[in-house]
């Protein structure tokens, strides 16, 4: 399993973007969501920040993204991102 080294930030926080900060923790993936569309794609953005990060295969990460409705490619790609900022 990779671990964070420190905290790092990915992505804007404009319209169809998500600003993602990725910050370490002792176990586990946790994900603070904030999302205008919280309410039709709350559940299913949660679960997908979090099956990014597994698949990374990071562990000992708190994610917290404010989504201004991204879609599904540009999430993955900031979650991404900002794992690689903070891994090194």
Do not use: C
Not at 12 to 41: C, H, W
């Amino acid at each position: 399993m990779k671990h964070l080294v420190k905290a790092a930030t990915a992505g804007f926080d404009e319209k169809n973007d998500v600003l993602v900060t990725v910050e370490p923790i002792a176990a586990g993936i946790e994900v603070e969501l904030t999302s205008k569309v919280m309410r039709q794609y709350g559940e299913h953005i949660k679960e997908f920040i979090t099956a990014t990060v597994k698949e990374a295969g990071f562990d000992g990460v708190k994610v917290i993204a404010a989504d201004k409705a991204a879609w599904d490619y540009t999430i993955k790609a900031r979650v991404l991102g900002a794992l690689e900022r903070g891994s090194k």
